[in-house]
């Protein structure tokens, strides 16, 4: 049972607040969790609470939400069982009593939530995967490292936020690992031949001024093929445009072509020019998060051949999924905890994709801390995918060292296969 809860103020890899749960259970187990925070958020992700005072961070303090744990929230759990996650996670919504937990806060809720689930798991003395997804729950996630980066994430003149390494031939999580790595490195002393910057952005890849956003695809082509890999077999491209943080009245504005106005259609050209060219498998919000139309343009053009991902459009918001599924506005969701904010309708959501045939990416936030909760969480799924930002910088390699402990412990019963269709280029 739930003893006590308490939350503090830590630092996000930003240097920006966020919040941290301590959860002590009655039998003397102490779980902590702590919550990440977007840069390139959707309109309608749950509510992340900031106190909005400018003389203390700049308005992004998180007293409020901390105070929310440390007094409703607290007090409303107090002695509840842990056994049933669902109870816990109805109990917070109902307090919060908004459509968008814009009451209590989602980094509040969810930090609670986390703790929540992870002092379970210790309270059965099960490891947090094993618990969440029972004793099935052995796939590791294809890595999708962000190597390259761009849009809101870096001060570079790349419009494209997110070009990721995903090492769909690697035999395993670790030998994964080694493909990205080592082709990360390719790529620094490509980057760095050149006389280009090798200071990496929010996600740990490089963002270095190119001449244009395709080049980015050939730089990490060449990289992979540096590091003494396939383009392709071995090794395949994901992309996160996230198109939100670029479109503009009327189209899409990439000051890499050329600064025009960019019509939805001829930037789906632009899609399938690349994927004919360039070993990619999945594409994230390669349209705004209000440009269905967009969307599902390219999920009838391109959904057969590769992964066509929403998230600023979705939000992992079951309710919101379920309308995107019944539209065809893509074939994948990218799934993040803090987009909606408990534990329970993140599940429900990944329950969702897989009942209708779609893919589910867990994924990392810009704004990260060293809790790798998500590293757990994807093998609790089963959703064969993850991304964690490039092999570079701490509160990345949290998660992917997590990955690689799991898959130690699971052994011989640890599975590792590519989710993502064969490349469809060349
Ligand atoms: P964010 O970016 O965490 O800054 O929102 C990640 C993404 O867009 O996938
Ligand atoms: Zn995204």
């Keep these: 049972r739930i003893n006590s809860i308490a939350a503090r103020q830590i630092f996000d890899s930003r240097g920006l607040p966020t919040?941290?749960?301590?959860?002590?259970?009655?039998?003397?187990?102490?779980?902590?969790?702590?919550?990440?925070?977007?840069?390139?958020?959707?309109?309608?992700?749950?509510?992340?609470?900031?106190?909005?005072?400018?003389?203390?961070?700049?308005?992004?303090g998180v007293d409020k939400a901390i105070?929310?744990?440390?007094?409703?929230?607290?007090?409303?759990?107090?002695?509840?069982?842990?056994e049933d996650q669902a109870a816990i996670d109805r109990r917070l919504i109902d307090l919060d009593g908004t459509s968008n937990k814009g009451k209590l806060g989602a980094n509040?809720?969810?930090?609670?939530?986390?703790?929540?689930?992870?002092?379970?798991?210790?309270?059965?003395?099960?490891?947090?995967?094993?618990?969440?997804?029972?004793?099935?729950?052995?796939?590791?996630?294809?890595?999708?490292?962000?190597?390259?980066?761009?849009?809101?994430?870096?001060?570079?003149?790349?419009?494209?936020?997110?070009?990721?390494?995903?090492?769909?031939g690697a035999p395993s999580f670790a030998e994964a690992m080694r493909y990205g790595a080592e082709t990360y490195q390719?790529?620094?002393?490509?980057?760095?031949?050149?006389?280009?910057?090798?200071?990496?952005?929010?996600?740990?890849?490089?963002?270095?001024?190119?001449?244009?956003?395709?080049?980015?695809?050939?730089?990490?082509?060449?990289?992979?093929?540096?590091a003494g890999y396939r383009a392709g077999e071995d090794i395949a491209i994901a992309l996160d445009p996230a198109a939100s943080s670029f479109a503009v009245e009327g189209g899409y504005r990439l000051a890499g072509e050329g600064d025009g106005v960019t019509s939805a259609k001829a930037l789906l050209a632009i899609?399938?020019?690349?994927?004919?060219?360039?070993?990619?498998?999945?594409?994230?919000?390669?349209?705004?998060?209000?440009?269905?139309?967009?969307?599902?343009?390219?999920?009838?053009?391109?959904?057969?051949?590769?992964?066509?991902?929403?998230?600023?459009?979705?939000?992992?918001?079951?309710?919101?999924?379920?309308?995107g599924i019944a539209e065809k506005v893509a074939n994948a969701a990218l799934i993040k905890l803090n987009q909606i904010g408990t534990v329970t309708?993140?599940?429900?959501?990944?329950?969702?994709?897989?009942?209708?045939?779609?893919?589910?990416?867990?994924?990392?936030?810009?704004g990260e801390t060293t809790d790798d909760f998500i590293a757990d969480f994807t093998v609790a799924m089963g959703t064969g995918q993850l991304k964690s930002g490039a092999p570079c910088r701490g509160e990345r390699l949290a998660k992917y060292n997590r990955l690689m402990a799991i898959e130690a412990e699971l052994g011989d019963r640890a599975q590792y296969s590519s989710p993502f269709k064969r490349p469809p280029h060349r």
């Design 108 to 168: 509040a809720i969810l930090g609670v939530s986390m703790a929540a689930a992870r002092a379970a798991a210790m309270t059965v003395s099960q490891p947090l995967y094993r618990h969440l997804g029972g004793a099935g729950a052995v796939r590791l996630p294809v890595p999708c490292m962000n190597v390259l980066n761009g849009g809101k994430h870096a001060d570079n003149n790349v419009d494209f936020q997110e070009f990721m390494i995903a090492p769909v």
């Design 19 to 60: 919040l941290t749960v301590r959860l002590e259970t009655t039998g003397g187990a102490i779980a902590e969790a702590s919550v990440p925070s977007g840069a390139s958020t959707g309109a309608h992700e749950a509510v992340e609470l900031r106190d909005g005072d400018p003389k203390r961070f700049g308005g992004k």
């Design 67 to 82: 105070a929310n744990v440390n007094g409703p929230i607290a007090n409303a759990l107090a002695g509840m069982s842990l």
């Design 271 to 323: 899609y399938e020019d690349w994927v004919k060219r360039y070993p990619i498998v999945s594409i994230e919000d390669g349209f705004g998060e209000d440009d269905w139309a967009g969307f599902i343009a390219q999920t009838e053009a391109q959904g057969g051949r590769i992964q066509i991902v929403g998230d600023d459009n979705f939000v992992t918001n079951p309710t919101i999924i379920k309308r």
């Design 186 to 226: 390719a790529l620094k002393a490509l980057l760095h031949d050149r006389g280009l910057s090798t200071a990496v952005g929010d996600e740990g890849g490089f963002a270095p001024d190119l001449g244009s956003n395709e080049e980015a695809c050939a730089v990490i082509v060449e990289a992979i093929e540096r």
């Design 345 to 366: 309708e993140t599940v429900e959501a990944i329950r969702l994709c897989f009942e209708a045939g779609w893919g589910a990416m867990v994924s990392h936030r810009s």
